[in-house]
């Protein structure tokens, strides 16, 4: 199991910018895709963005496309999303995620941060 651990959420407004890290308990993402998640209030979750370790393949949620990048950290167990001209419909907890590539569901998440873009 590895252990994922985010930072960077908060409270801004709109058009405003936050950066999202996850630091894993791992020492590299070599053979992992990684991937940020989202679940506002009385929503289902939802699949934000991913990142194919090995090849960087990226994929973006279309409501987000061209506002955020999801993105390596300085480190090989760190991944970042930056998110900027937030809305308000952004507003939700956002999710680490990882699974090895092979594998078809992500089985280790964060514990989750708070994002919350006021209008």
């Known amino acids: 199991q590895v252990q994922l651990d985010e930072s960077g959420g908060g409270l801004v407004q709109a058009g405003e910018s936050l950066r999202l890290s996850c630091v894993a308990s791992i020492r590299t993402f070599t053979g992992y895709t990684m991937a940020w998640f989202r679940q506002a209030p009385g929503k289902d979750r939802e699949l934000v963005a991913s990142?194919?370790?090995?090849?960087?393949?990226?994929y973006y949620l279309d409501s987000v496309k061209g506002r955020f990048t999801i993105s390596r950290g300085n480190a090989q167990n760190t991944v970042s999303l930056q998110m900027n001209s937030l809305k308000p419909e952004d507003t939700a907890v956002y999710f680490c995620?990882?699974?090895?590539?092979?594998?078809?569901?992500?089985?280790?998440w964060g514990q989750g941060i708070q994002v919350t873009v006021s209008s």
């Open positions: 990142l194919r370790w090995n090849g960087g393949i990226a």
């Open positions: 995620a990882a699974r090895l590539t092979a594998r078809a569901e992500y089985d280790n």
